[in-house]
């Protein structure tokens, strides 16, 4: 029996397939450093697992490597669920959490195309500016941004990132998953003070994560930056899962308190409209 690693996750065992042809270990280009040899012989693995289970024997004989150093890099692997064993642990398979960086790629390449139109609609009728985000890790990365019509610019980009817990968009995002995977994420985030309002206290941003899950749509008022209001919503998935936040902001001039409710509910519904477009045919928040 082959060496076993704790599973991130089990599936049922798939039908064996060929193997198509790969390259021998001996036939990789020169390694930079031990680091990118390391990661040219794991994908090497993970090259061989996509075409059926295997056990370390099996893969140490198709790629051309030690064992020993396939099972350090199996190990390895499996401890970040990119392998796992399967139910008898003689053999590896690919691990779940590939499919689950496949899903953000998949929609990614999607979600701006689908979004755009929608996004433009809540620019013209806020006359604000209006960003799109993704998560990653304990931050958000801005994907699109379409500047306010009315000259009200703001130092954002597209590629920039802000901490979850200070941003519309964040908390939106945050809202939008399971309380428990929002926690372990807020777990790992030092809330340090952006501005005077920054909130920084766990409890309290909790309160304001069920808050925004009541009414649907999630406030940064002024928290990531003196003097600007934003308003965020989540963008759900075809599986029901949020896969992005968009939010329009701009000065409080612009967004006086009397306005935070109305401009909410039209950042709702685009958030729900592009969910509806991306096959979400759940009831948005």
Excluded at 185 to 193: R, T
Aim: aromatic residues 4%.
């Amino acid at each position: 029996m082959e060496p076993t690693v704790t599973p991130a996750a089990a599936r049922g065992t798939d039908s064996p397939r060929p193997a198509r042809a790969r390259r021998p270990v001996d036939s990789l280009p020169p390694a930079r450093g031990g680091g990118v040899q390391a990661v040219e012989r794991a994908i090497l693995l993970l090259e061989a697992l996509a075409e059926r289970d295997a056990g370390i024997s099996e893969l140490a004989r198709e790629t051309g490597l030690h064992k020993a150093t396939v099972h350090r890099l199996i190990r390895t692997l499996a401890d970040a669920g990119l392998v796992q064993p399967t139910p008898d642990g003689t053999r590896y398979r690919l691990g779940l959490r590939l499919a689950e960086f496949g899903g953000k790629v998949l929609a990614r390449l999607d979600l701006r195309e689908v979004a755009l139109p929608y996004l433009r609609e809540l620019r013209d009728r806020t006359r604000l500016t209006v960003h799109m985000a993704v998560l990653d890790r304990t931050d958000v990365v801005y994907i699109e941004k379409l500047d306010s019509p009315a000259n009200l610019r703001m130092a954002s980009h597209v590629g920039s990132r802000n901490p979850l817990y200070c941003t519309a968009l964040g908390k939106a995002l945050l809202a939008a998953m399971p309380e428990d995977r929002a926690d372990a994420l807020l777990d790992g985030v030092p809330m340090v003070p952006r501005t005077p309002t920054t909130i920084t206290d766990r409890e309290a941003l909790r309160r304001e994560l069920a808050e925004t899950r009541r009414r649907g749509y999630a406030i940064d008022n002024e928290e990531n930056e003196e003097g600007i209001r934003c308003v965020g919503a989540a963008v759900f998935g075809h599986g029901g899962q949020p896969v992005a936040a968009i939010s329009a902001s701009g000065p409080l001039f612009s967004v006086a308190d009397d306005d935070i409710a109305p401009l909410g509910e039209a950042v709702r519904h685009a958030a729900a409209a592009i969910s509806r477009a991306m096959g979400w045919t759940g009831s948005h928040p």
